[in-house]
């Protein structure tokens, strides 16, 4: 069965400073992997997926994660956080074989100015 | 602009009360989804649809039903609300196209509180 960890409910980082939201998997087999963010209120924008292709994907918003298959992690980071960053980052994973997502329980950044 | 609708946003009912949260799409997606979520905590599929008169139970047993008479509808109904339903419900399509690495789309959620 697969599942996804996420490290930290909370993170707070400066303004201007680095962010890095983990995530680990557990699957028997490389499965698809994705983060999404939420904004209070909302539902939830993909900010980006890996699908086997290049293990360092670049999505929206200047957010970037690697697949490390060794580490069995999918860690996102922001080199440079802005205000408008805060918000409720989740981690999912979908097996090969599967349409369904498994999220993580979220990772709440705040960006403190 | 192809989205996905969720109505009502918010919803304040009293116990043994019957709703139904409406969720509509205009992207023509065959699988559709419902999840709950409660406040700070991660999602749990509670129905999904993989095209029309086709309804499945998800991994977190609910006692809520579902339809798909159309392919953009996706209703969910409580016979009965209790507050122990009380939680947000959010609903997403995703494209028919080839494999389960496709992007999921969300709604903006429902926030159900029953007294």
């Known amino acids: 069965a697969q599942s996804v960890t996420q490290l930290g409910s909370h993170v707070s980082v400066s303004e201007g400073a680095l962010v890095l939201l983990r995530c680990n998997y557990s699957?028997?087999?490389?499965?698809?992997l994705f983060w999404y963010v939420q904004y209070p209120n909302q539902g939830l924008q993909l900010l980006l997926k890996y699908t086997s292709a290049a293990t360092l994907v670049k999505g929206i918003n200047g957010f970037e994660a690697e697949f490390k298959k060794s580490e069995t992690s999918f860690h996102l980071t922001k080199p440079s956080a802005h205000m408008s960053d805060a918000a409720e980052y989740f981690c999912a994973v979908s097996a090969r074989s599967s349409y369904k997502l498994i999220f993580g329980s979220g990772t709440r950044l705040l960006v403190r100015p | 602009e192809a989205d996905i609708y969720q109505t009502p946003r918010y919803l304040v009912i009293g116990t043994g009360k019957k709703i139904t949260l409406e969720c509509s799409q205009t992207m023509g997606h065959d699988k559709m989804y419902w999840y709950q979520q409660d406040p700070g905590m991660e999602l749990h599929l509670i129905h999904y649809?993989?095209?029309?008169?086709?309804?499945e139970k998800g991994d977190l047993s609910s006692e809520s039903t579902v339809s798909r008479i159309r392919t953009e509808h996706f209703p969910l109904t409580l016979e009965s609300a209790r507050p122990s339903h009380t939680s947000q419900y959010l609903c997403?399509?995703?494209?028919?196209?080839?494999?389960?690495?496709?992007?999921?789309?969300f709604g903006p959620g429902t926030r159900l509180t029953v007294l």
């Open positions: 997403a399509s995703s494209d028919p196209g080839t494999g389960p690495h496709n992007e999921q789309f």
């Open positions: 649809s993989y095209g029309v008169n086709s309804t």
């Open positions: 699957s028997s087999v490389p499965p698809y």
